[in-house]
């Protein structure tokens, strides 16, 4: 029994240690051998890398580092069908001292009563920090847990990465702001309804009538009301 349990907890051992180490491996944005890696963005597009290709350091100026993508109010009522819009720091666009520095920050306006809907950042955590408003966050886990939390102005929240999440302007007569860290320079977006509803080619009409027990006339009325 004693030698059965051994190398049953050796077999354990050989399986997840190799596992662990891959997760340890796998957990951000690859580490810089530099100081600093700020975006060449006007290098030719002909090299493909994780990440953009560096400037000359002696060439690099502290407006590299600086940014005021994110002072900018955006109008998020019209931006999407939800009554949110985001602007996300790229070292392309915006911020090129972040290239490989393996962080993004992003401003997230919500109009009064508007949602961020539910969506996963695939490459990134995120600490959302309330700037003004009440707003109501929540993540799903991968045992579909809800953990939920209303937040006032000076207060953050942790959305672990990949999960499911959702930021929700509870104030139906005031706007919301929001500013997010995340722990990848190209943290990806995906929002839940689109990835089902407005996909391009859309996805085919019986996977979604199956998959949330709706009918022809549903899918259509869901994919009208966003926007499609
Ligand atoms: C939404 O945000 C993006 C990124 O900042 C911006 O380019 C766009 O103009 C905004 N849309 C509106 C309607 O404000």
Redesign the pocket.
């Known amino acids: 029994m004693r030698a059965a349990a051994a190398r049953a907890a050796s077999t354990t051992h050989r399986i997840l240690l190799p596992l662990f180490l891959f997760a340890a491996l796998c957990e951000s944005d690859p580490d810089l051998l530099l100081d600093y890696c700020v975006a060449d963005t006007a290098a030719a597009a002909s090299l493909h890398l994780n990440g953009l290709p560096c400037i000359d350091p002696a060439r690099a100026r502290a407006e590299h580092f600086a940014t005021s ?1 994110l002072s ?9 069908p939800f009554g949110f ?4 720091t790229s070292p392309a666009a915006s911020l090129p001292g972040a290239n490989a520095q393996g962080l993004a920050m992003a ?1 997230v ?1 919500l109009a009064p009563g508007g949602v961020a809907p539910p969506h996963s950042h695939p490459r990134a955590s995120e600490v959302a920090l309330v700037l003004a408003g009440s707003v109501l966050v929540g993540f799903a886990d991968t045992s579909y847990r809800l953990y939920t939390q209303l937040l006032r102005a000076g207060e953050a929240f942790v959305f672990p990465r990949g999960m499911v999440h959702f930021m929700y302007n509870v104030d139906v007569a005031a706007p919301a702001v929001v500013l997010s860290g995340l722990n990848s320079q190209s943290p990806g977006a995906q929002l839940v309804p689109l990835s089902a509803f407005r996909t391009e080619p859309r996805m085919p009409e019986e996977i979604l009538e199956k998959a949330f027990k709706i009918n022809g006339q549903d899918v259509h009325r869901i994919q009208r009301n966003l926007g499609g």
Request: net charge positive; aromatic share 0%; hydrophobic share 30%.
């Open positions: 993508a900018r109010a955006t109008n998020p009522s019209s931006a999407t819009n985001a602007t996300v401003r306006d």
